[in-house]
């Protein structure tokens, strides 16, 4: 954790680290994905001295966890499609909507 984290911000690393591990994650990995998540949670609040765009406009961690994690979801997001489409150059991708991405890259 970041030095001069809240006690609260401790609980909620050591909480997303457990499930992390339950979920069968490595301890480098559970660890790797608490300190961002609470990192990104404190940019939010603005107890961070720097925060990134995404940081702050995106939609917070706890509202959109496991959104996608389900089985029968919608399959992978319009900008990953989109970015899929940039590495295969798929020209007119800018102008796609999320189904012509997925049919043009054989979804």
Same mark, same amino acid.
Do not use: C, F, W
């Given at each position: 954790?970041? /030095? $001069?984290? *809240?006690?609260?911000?401790? #609980? ?6 457990? %499930? @992390? !591990?339950?979920? +069968? ?19 939010? /609040? $603005?107890? *961070?001295?720097?925060?990134? #765009? ?6 917070? %961690? @706890? !509202?959109?966890? +496991? ?36 049919? @043009?890259?054989?979804?």
């Amino acid at each position: 954790m970041p /030095s $001069g984290s *809240s006690a609260k911000r401790e #609980r909620q690393y050591e909480h997303i680290k457990d %499930s @992390a !591990k339950e979920r +069968g994650e490595s301890n480098k990995r559970a660890k790797e994905i608490a300190a961002r998540t609470v990192n990104k949670e404190r940019a939010r /609040s $603005g107890e *961070s001295r720097t925060a990134s #765009r995404s940081s702050t406009k995106d939609m917070s %961690s @706890a !509202k959109r966890g +496991g959104q996608r994690s389900h089985s029968g979801s919608g399959g992978p997001t319009k900008e990953q499609l989109y970015n899929e489409a940039r590495q295969r150059n798929i020209k007119g991708r800018s102008g796609m909507t999320k189904g012509q991405l997925s049919r @043009a890259l054989g979804h």
